[in-house]
C-alpha cells in the first residue's frame, strides 16, 4: 500500500490558480494509477482528475475540464495538480488517492487516500 501527504492548498481568489501536490512514499508509485477528488462541505466527495500510471493518459471531471491539469513525477513519487481560473465553487478538500485499475473515476475503485488539502476560493 502507498502512503499519500498533500500539500499546496490555501486561500485564493476567483481567477487565481493554485499548485496542489501529493507525495507518495514506497517503490511503487509508479505502478498506480492516481487521481484527484475534492468534496465540498455538504456534498459528497466527487472525481476531479486522474492519471495513468505512465502520465500518457489523463482524464477529467466535467466541472474542472480545461481548467484543471493533471500531472506525475514518478522519479519524484509525486503527482500533482495544476488548477486555473478557480472560482468560488472550487473551494473544497482536495484528496489524492491511488488505484490499481484503469481509468477509474469511482471512490470505490481507488485502495489508498492521502487525508486532504483544504483549498478556499473567495469571491
Known amino acids: 500500500q502507498v502512503q499519500l501527504v498533500e500539500s499546496g492548498g490555501g486561500l485564493v481568489q476567483a481567477g487565481g490558480s493554485l499548485r496542489l501536490s501529493c507525495a507518495a512514499s514506497?517503490?511503487?508509485?509508479?505502478?498506480?494509477?492516481m487521481g484527484w477528488f475534492r468534496q465540498a462541505p455538504g456534498k459528497e466527495r466527487e472525481f476531479a482528475a486522474g492519471i495513468s500510471w505512465s502520465g500518457d493518459t489523463t482524464w477529467y471531471g466535467d466541472l474542472v475540464k480545461g481548467r484543471f491539469t493533471i500531472s506525475r513525477d514518478n522519479a519524484g513519487n509525486t503527482i500533482y495538480l495544476q488548477m486555473n481560473s478557480l472560482k468560488p465553487e472550487d473551494t473544497a478538500v482536495y484528496y489524492c488517492?491511488?488505484?490499481?485499475?484503469?481509468?477509474?473515476?469511482?471512490?470505490?475503485?481507488?485502495?489508498?487516500w492521502g487525508q486532504g488539502t483544504q483549498v478556499t476560493v473567495s469571491s
Open positions: 514506497g517503490r511503487t508509485f509508479s505502478s498506480y494509477t
Open positions: 488517492a491511488a488505484s490499481f485499475r484503469g481509468r477509474p473515476r469511482n471512490e470505490g475503485d481507488f485502495d489508498s
